[in-house]
């Protein structure tokens, strides 16, 4: 069983910068694919990022503005955000996935004024 809290959500301007974390607890991340993703509203929850160990994926839509990372001494996933953009505002959620197995945490509102 895994427990994952996000938190770092906000309000910021276009442009700006924030940075997400992931808490785990109940067992070790290092060990599942660690993912984001949002929700905009009337939308379709969507993939932004995911690491494995060893290896980054980003959505097109993020690429080269947001960046995955985990510390695993702390259990925990980062998602920095920089060069925010107004379409980036949506619900971001933390997704551990390990086999059939997937646990989400609670979301943190993300909003970006023009």
């Known amino acids: 069983q895994v427990h994952l809290v996000e938190s770092g959500g906000g309000l910021v301007q276009a442009g700006g910068s924030l940075r997400l974390s992931c808490a785990a607890s109940?067992?070790?991340?290092?060990?599942?694919?660690m993912g984001w993703l949002r929700q905009a509203p009337g939308k379709q929850r969507e993939v932004v990022a995911h690491?494995?160990?060893?290896?980054?994926w980003y959505a097109d839509a993020v690429k080269g503005r947001f960046t995955i990372s985990r510390d695993n001494a702390k259990n925990t996933v980062y998602l920095q955000m920089s060069s925010l953009k107004p379409e980036d505002t949506a619900v971001y959620y933390c997704?551990?996935?390990?086999?059939?197995?997937?646990?989400w945490g609670q979301g943190t509102q993300v909003t970006v004024s023009s």
């Open positions: 690491i494995s160990s060893g290896s980054t």
């Open positions: 109940g067992s070790i991340l290092s060990t599942y694919v």
């Open positions: 997704r551990a996935t390990s086999g059939p197995s997937f646990y």
